[in-house]
């Protein structure tokens, strides 16, 4: 969901390829991760305009020093499966050559539900990064399995775009308005309440309408739920028109552009792999649901990817490919 409107590619992915090796010369990885020695981003145009095509800079993430050992030690069997892997299995969610103590741990301000399609390959979805980094908070389900949502839609939300959908200034018009109106009893349909945004968004911007202040809007926030789907956009069909999900309020990203190293030809750069709309969704939620200012409380979600995102483009420029 970028300018024209941001899409939520359930393209997950993210597996480490066998064959790449680290370039020990290669720092990038460790100057993004170490907290006491981040790399800022001054407010030069240059600096302005890499950050643009780089988001990953500047984040606020642990010291990667623990994957770069794990790396330098090569994959190892799992032990629970046996498989063959590097920094956590995919299949067993679980760590691989780490322990707990080394990688960091996220509290997250609502629960994460992810709907795994069942041909989505293990190896190549970022979903296990969420599921072990916030293990408490995040829950992966394989569809058909889909988590019960019963007596508490009004408190769930589910990010994909769609022409149901809202953005994230709509939804925070609608936050007070749902949690004062809606009960149990009373859930809306995700048409009404996309009508009810939509009039409430136009009532709210007209001066000397008495509409609702950004304060008065974000007393209370009502989300105790997020829904993501992973899955292949050519594959995402089959979950997003289960009827089990139809009474959920769709919400989609608009303004984020995707770094996945695995981007599925010929889709837009909005389509964003599994973690990094998880990642953004939750930034925007902390600054625009929960007013407050963003300190990077949610960055180490990208704790993995960012630095698999900076050793596989280290690897493409070495052969030339980038």
Request: glycine share 6%; charged share 20%.
């Amino acid at each position: 969901m970028s300018d024209p409107g941001i899409l939520i590619s359930p393209t997950t992915i993210v597996g480490v390829p066998k064959s790449l090796k680290q370039d020990p010369s290669h720092n990038e990885a460790s100057c993004l991760g170490c907290p006491g020695n981040l790399q800022t981003v001054s407010k030069d145009s240059s600096a302005t305009e890499e950050l643009s095509e780089n988001p990953l800079l500047g984040l606020k993430l642990a010291s990667h020093n623990v994957l770069e050992r794990a790396q330098e030690t090569g994959r190892v069997k799992c032990s629970k499966c046996g498989g063959s892997r590097m920094f956590f299995c995919y299949t067993c969610c679980s760590l691989v050559g780490v322990s707990h103590q080394e990688i960091p741990a996220i509290k997250l301000p609502v629960k994460i539900d992810i709907i795994k399609h069942p041909n989505e390959t293990d190896g190549k979805s970022t979903a296990i990064h969420a599921k072990i980094l916030a293990p408490n908070d995040v829950t992966i389900y394989t569809y058909p399995c889909i988590p019960e949502f019963e007596g508490e839609r009004h408190k769930v939300v589910l990010v994909f775009p769609g022409p149901g959908s809202v953005t994230m200034d709509e939804l925070i018009q609608q936050l007070h308005h749902r949690g004062r109106k809606l009960t149990d009893l009373d859930e809306p349909c995700p048409k009404r309440l996309k009508e009810e945004i939509q009039n409430e968004t136009h009532h709210a911007q007209t001066p000397g309408s008495g509409g609702l202040d950004a304060a008065e809007m974000l007393v209370g926030c009502p989300i105790q739920r997020v829904v993501f789907i992973d899955s292949t956009w050519n594959q995402t069909n089959k979950i997003i028109t289960d009827e089990r999900l139809h009474a959920l309020l769709q919400v989609e990203l608009k303004t984020r552009k995707t770094c996945f190293w695995r981007h599925q030809r010929g889709s837009p750069d909005t389509y964003l792999a599994t973690i990094e709309a998880i990642y953004y969704f939750l930034k925007d939620y902390h600054e625009q649901c929960l007013n407050q200012k963003y300190c990077g409380e949610y960055d180490n979600l990208l704790f993995f990817y960012s630095y698999l995102h900076s050793l596989i483009n280290k690897a493409k420029t070495s052969a030339g490919r980038l």
